[in-house]
C-alpha cells in the first residue's frame, strides 16, 4: 500500500478544442495496490495510468485529446495489410479444426491399420487440447516478448504439425502433428484479435477483428468443401492437411518484415519505435499528433513489474483478480467465451453430417456445408454492423434468434423420434425413403440455418473482441483466460455432444443449448456494457464501480453521433467512486460531478 500526495487534473475539451471542464484532485491513497516479493512498493497500474501530471496546462489537455482525434480515423493501408496478414492466423484456425472431418473419413488404414471411432475421436480432439495448452500461456509470452514474435511462433508450430502430418504412416505420428497444430491454432486464436485490436482505429476497431473471425469462417468453409471436393481421391486428406502449409508460411514470411504494435513498444518503452510505426499508420497525420499520441499512450502505459518472468506473472494474475474493473472485464471476456462454446455450435461444426444422415438426408455434407456457409455469410453481415449498430445490439438480437432455432430443433426431434443408440454409433430409429420426408426434417435445417446465423452475427464474433476488455498491464493474461475458457468448451462439446444425444436424447440436448442461451441473453443485458467505439483505454472507466450498462450505451452512442467532439475523462477516484464524464451534457446534468470546476 501507498498513500502519497499526488495530484492530477481532469478536463472536457469541446469541438472547438476549448477547455470547458478542468479539475485539480489530490489523491491521498491508492486502494487498489497490488505487490509482491521484489515489488513491495509498486503501485497498480490500473492506478498509475490514471496519473496526470498537475503542472499540465491547457495545452497538455488539448493533447490528450488526441487519443479521440485519431481514433476518427480511417484505417490505413498498412492497417489494412497488417489486419489481412494477421487474419491468416484465423484462417489456420478454421482450417485446421475444419479439414478434420473429411479426412477421418478418406483416412482409411492409411495410418497402417483401420482407425477405431475412439481412435478417430482422439485424433482430432489432439488439436483442441493444444490449443487448450498453449492458450494458457500465449498471452502471457506475448506482454514479455511481444505479438508479433508470437505470431511468428505459432507458424513454426502450424509447419512443424502438418509436415509431421502429411508425412504421418502411424497413428502416433498424426495425433502428435495434430496436437502440435493445436499448440499454433491456441496461439493464433488469441494473438490475432489482440493484435488488430491494438492497432486498429477505434471506431473500425470492432470490424477489423471480425475479418480475422470471416478468416476462421472461411477456414473451416473452404475445409468442407474442399474435404468433400478431394473425397473420392485416394490418400487425398494428405493434401488437405499440405494445403495448410501455405499461409503459415507466406504468414512467417511476412511478419519478418512486419512491425510490433505500438502499443506493446510503448509498454516496453520503445517510445521512438512506437512513434514511427504510429506515423506509418496514420500518414496524413502531423508528426506533432503523433507525438501527443505517443505521449498519452505512454501516460496510460503501465507494465506489470517483476524482475522474472514468473513474478511477473504473478503479479499480473494478482492484478487481474484484485482490482475490480480487471475483474469485471475478466468475468465479461470468459464469459462471452463460455456462452459461445456451450451454447453448442462447435457440435453442429463437428457432427452436422452425422445428425443430417440420421434424420436421413441423402447428402448430409452438402447440409453441413450450408451451415458452415450461413456461418460465414453471417459473419460478413456482423462485419458491417457491429461498429454501427454495436456488439451489445448484435447479441441481443442473435442470441434470441439462436434460443428460437433450438427450441424449434427440440421440437422437431422429438416429432421426428430419433433415438441414439450405443455409444459409438448414432441410430436412427427414422429411415429415409422416397416420399418419406417429414416436414420435421425441412423444420430441422431451416432452424439449424436460423440458428448458424443468429450465431455468426453475435456470440460467434464478439468474443473475440475480448482484448478490449483489458487495460493494457493485463491484456495478454485476460485474453489467455478468455481464450482457454473458449478451448476448454469446445473441447468439452465436442467430446460428450454424443453422449448427450445418447443420454438425455436429441431433444433433450438441444432443450439444454436453449437454456443456457436463454442464461446467456440475462449475462449480456446485465453484464456486458456496449463498447462499441470506446478508446481502449477508456474501457477500463467504463468497468469502474460497476458495469455500467446505461452509461456505456450513453457514452458508445455519444461517440458514434458525436465524433467531431474531443472529449477526455480521466476518473482517479479508485474503484467504487468513479463517475463517467463524457460529455458536456453529462456534466450539466449529472449533480454527483464534483462542484470545485474551473472553467
Ligand atoms: O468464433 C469461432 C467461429 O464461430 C467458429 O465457427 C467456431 O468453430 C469457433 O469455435 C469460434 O470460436
Given at each position: 500500500m501507498n498513500s502519497g500526495e499526488n495530484h492530477y487534473q481532469e478536463g472536457i475539451i469541446d469541438s472547438d478544442r476549448n477547455l470547458i471542464y478542468k479539475k485539480r484532485h489530490d489523491v491521498?491513497?491508492?486502494?487498489n495496490i497490488v505487490g509482491d516479493d521484489?515489488?513491495?512498493?509498486?503501485?497498480s497500474s490500473t492506478q498509475n495510468a490514471r496519473f496526470i501530471n498537475a503542472t499540465e496546462t491547457e495545452e497538455d489537455l488539448n493533447h490528450n485529446s488526441t487519443l479521440t482525434a485519431f481514433d476518427d480515423a480511417k484505417p490505413s493501408s498498412l492497417v489494412v495489410v497488417l489486419t489481412f496478414l494477421a487474419s491468416i492466423s484465423g484462417f489456420m484456425f478454421g482450417y485446421d479444426t475444419g479439414y478434420i472431418s473429411s479426412a477421418i473419413v478418406t483416412i482409411g488404414n492409411d495410418l497402417g491399420k483401420e482407425l477405431t471411432y475412439g481412435e478417430k475421436e482422439i485424433m482430432t480432439s489432439a488439436t483442441s487440447l493444444g490449443a487448450l495448452i498453449s492458450s494458457t500461456i500465449a498471452g502471457i509470452i506475448a506482454d514479455l516478448i511481444g505479438r508479433r514474435k508470437v505470431i511468428m511462433g505459432s507458424n513454426l508450430l502450424f509447419i512443424l504439425g502438418a509436415l509431421l502430418q502429411c508425412g504421418a504412416h502411424s497413428l502416433t505420428a498424426m495425433i502428435s502433428g495434430r496436437f502440435i497444430m493445436g499448440l499454433g491454432v491456441g496461439i493464433g486464436s488469441l494473438i490475432a484479435p489482440l493484435y488488430i485490436s491494438e492497432l486498429a482505429p477505434t471506431n473500425y476497431r470492432g470490424r477489423l477483428v471480425v475479418i480475422n473471425c470471416l478468416a476462421i469462417t472461411g477456414g473451416q468453409l473452404i475445409a468442407y468443401a474442399v474435404g468433400a471436393g478431394i473425397s473420392r481421391v485416394k490418400s487425398g486428406w494428405r493434401i488437405l492437411v499440405g494445403i495448410s502449409l501455405f499461409p503459415s508460411v507466406v504468414q512467417l514470411i511476412m511478419f519478418l518484415f512486419m512491425p510490433d504494435t505500438p502499443r506493446f513498444l510503448i509498454m516496453k518503452n520503445r517510445l521512438e519505435e512506437a512513434s514511427s510505426i504510429l506515423q506509418r499508420i496514420y500518414k496524413s497525420s502531423d508528426p506533432s499528433l503523433i507525438g501527443s499520441k505517443v505521449y498519452e499512450l505512454s501516460l496510460l502505459n503501465s507494465e506489470i513489474p517483476g524482475n522474472s518472468a514468473l513474478t511477473r506473472t504473478k503479479n499480473g494474475f494478482k492484478e487481474i483478480f484484485q482490482v475490480p474493473s480487471n475483474l469485471r472485464a475478466l468475468i465479461i471476456g470468459c464469459g462471452l467465451q463460455f456462452f459461445q462454446q456451450f451454447t453448442g455450435w462447435n457440435a453442429l461444426m463437428y457432427f452436422s453430417a452425422t445428425i443430417f444422415e440420421t434424420i436421413g438426408f441423402n447428402n448430409p455434407t452438402v447440409v453441413s456445408i450450408l451451415v458452415a456457409g450461413t456461418n460465414f455469410i453471417f459473419t460478413i453481415v456482423a462485419f458491417f454492423v457491429i461498429d454501427t449498430i454495436g456488439r451489445r445490439s448484435v447479441l441481443m438480437i442473435g442470441l434470441p434468434c439462436m434460443m428460437m432455432a433450438l427450441l424449434l430443433c427440440a421440437i422437431s426431434f422429438q416429432f421426428l423420434g430419433i433415438k441414439f443408440e450405443d455409444s459409438s454409433v448414432a441410430v436412427s430409429t427414422y429411415h429415409s425413403q422416397e416420399g418419406d420426408f417429414s416436414i420435421w426434417n425441412v423444420v430441422v435445417i431451416i432452424s439449424m440455418i436460423i440458428f448458424a446465423a443468429g450465431y455468426a452475427i453475435g456470440i460467434g464474433n464478439v468474443p473475440w473482441q475480448q482484448s478490449e476488455l483489458f487495460p493494457q498491464s493485463v491484456r495478454g493474461i485476460g485474453a489467455s483466460c478468455a481464450t482457454t475458457t473458449n478451448w476448454i468448451g469446445s473441447l468439452t462439446i465436442s467430446a460428450t455432444f454424443l453422449t448427450m444425444l445418447q443420454k438425455i436424447t436429441p431433444s433433450g440436448t438441444f432443450l439444454l443449448f436453449a437454456i443456457i442461451t436463454f442464461i446467456a441473453i440475462f449475462f449480456v443485458y446485465f453484464c456486458y456494457p456496449e463498447l462499441t467505439g470506446l478508446e481502449l483505454e477508456e474501457v477500463q472507466n467504463v468497468l469502474?464501480?460497476?458495469?455500467n450498462i446505461e452509461k456505456s450505451i450513453e457514452m458508445s452512442r455519444h461517440h458514434r453521433t458525436n465524433t467531431g467532439t474531443q472529449h477526455h475523462f480521466v476518473d482517479y477516484d479508485g474503484d467504487e467512486a468513479g463517475i463517467l464524464i463524457n460529455s458536456v451534457s453529462d456534466y450539466t446534468s449529472n449533480p454527483k460531478l464534483p462542484s470545485n470546476v474551473i472553467s
Open positions: 491521498q491513497n491508492s486502494d521484489d515489488e513491495t512498493n509498486f503501485n469502474t464501480g460497476g458495469f
